[in-house]
């Protein structure tokens, strides 16, 4: 397979952009939403599912494949788009995001992170050659260089600690990493400090990384604050690199950060609402097991393409759920992966629209 790699700008509104992505495993229309595949899987969907929604491109965590099957395992079987049948691109986080999400079970020092493991409590050293190690043997396209992730609300002090750990570590993440079929994205800190973020966003630009993922945010803050420093952070990286903004996938948050020139979202949003009986549709969310969908024979969302609602009803949908069928769980996450991504892919269709 050719290593072909590119980010190409076509067309902008505003800060808006629309582009395309191309990895060895094809070619990526952005702005793209990436369901998450923590474990190698997003839930309940089978690649097949993913595909019939338009998802090209799907995101991973290093860390938690690492801990189970072991990414030394997974490289053994043929990497990681083999290990899930995947044929599409594929981008890892490094597990700088579980020095947020892990807090009470790890260390921080200069040279890396040591965890207490959250699946059977041994404990394990992570650095950002072992980060980028981890990642190759995977083999997913785009990686994420090692960074250290503070919560909200942090202190400016520990904000200064987590810029000065985060460009160390890209630094080190760079000069580890040597595979030729995958490209290292940076990733901007400085929590709700803006000349934080502007050193920061500095420091990375300099090493020339592939793209730049916006770190720091959706950890704590309200959606204002996450807008606001989002906007601010992409306006401070290169115009023909992949921007990423890590937890964002509710349709009215995806529609503000497309606006502040984001390319790439990742969340578990759909899926997890979903399984939970939540639909997303045009009118709003819809509760799949309230009594109002009883006898209710209309699909989830009238026209609406996917193939829950080209095959059942509302009502079905409440059974299951009520049932305990897991099935419902799947179509109803079906829905909302479809829903999404038609949603993006209409916000891309504005943006190449007014530019011809």
Not at 287 to 293: F, M, Y
Request: with cysteine.
């Amino acid at each position: 397979m050719p290593h072909v790699f590119s980010f190409e700008v076509d067309a902008c509104r505003g800060r808006s952009r629309a582009g395309v992505l191309t990895t060895p495993h094809g070619a990526v229309k952005t702005p793209a939403f990436m369901p998450v595949a923590t474990q190698g899987a997003v839930k309940l969907l089978t690649p097949d599912d993913l595909e019939d929604t338009g998802t090209s491109i799907v995101a991973a965590n290093a860390f938690h494949l690492y801990l189970r099957p072991g990414t030394d395992v997974v490289a053994r079987v043929g990497g990681l788009h083999q290990f899930m049948s995947w044929p599409r691109s594929i981008l890892t986080d490094s597990g700088g995001f579980q020095i947020h999400s892990l807090a009470p079970l790890r260390e921080v020092d200069d040279d890396g992170v040591t965890f207490r493991s959250p699946v059977d409590g041994r404990t394990l050293r992570l650095t950002p050659e072992l980060a980028t190690r981890a990642q190759e043997d995977l083999g997913a396209d785009l990686i994420m260089a090692f960074d250290y992730c503070t919560s909200y609300p942090t202190s400016r002090e520990e904000a200064e600690k987590a810029v000065a750990l985060t460009t160390a570590w890209a630094a080190r993440c760079r000069a580890a990493h040597t595979s030729k079929t995958q490209r290292l994205l940076g990733i901007v800190q400085g929590a709700v400090f803006k000349d934080l973020r502007e050193r920061s966003a500095a420091e990375l630009v300099g090493m020339d990384f592939f793209g730049y993922a916006v770190g720091g945010l959706s950890v704590g803050e309200d959606t204002e604050q996450t807008a606001e420093y989002a906007a601010f952070t992409t306006s401070l990286l290169p115009q023909n690199k992949i921007r990423y903004l890590m937890g964002i996938g509710r349709p009215e948050d995806i529609a503000w950060a497309v606006a502040a020139g984001v390319d790439l979202f990742d969340c578990v949003v759909p899926t997890r609402e979903g399984r939970h009986g939540t639909a997303l549709t045009g009118q709003g969310r819809l509760n799949v097991r309230l009594s109002p969908q009883t006898s209710d024979e209309r699909p989830l969302e009238e026209g609406c393409g996917c193939y829950t609602c080209r095959r059942f009803s509302r009502a079905y949908l409440r059974h299951l759920f009520l049932a305990g069928e897991h099935l419902a769980g799947r179509l109803v996450s079906v829905h909302n992966l479809h829903y999404l991504q038609k949603f993006v892919a209409g916000l891309r269709a504005k943006i190449v629209g007014e530019n011809n």
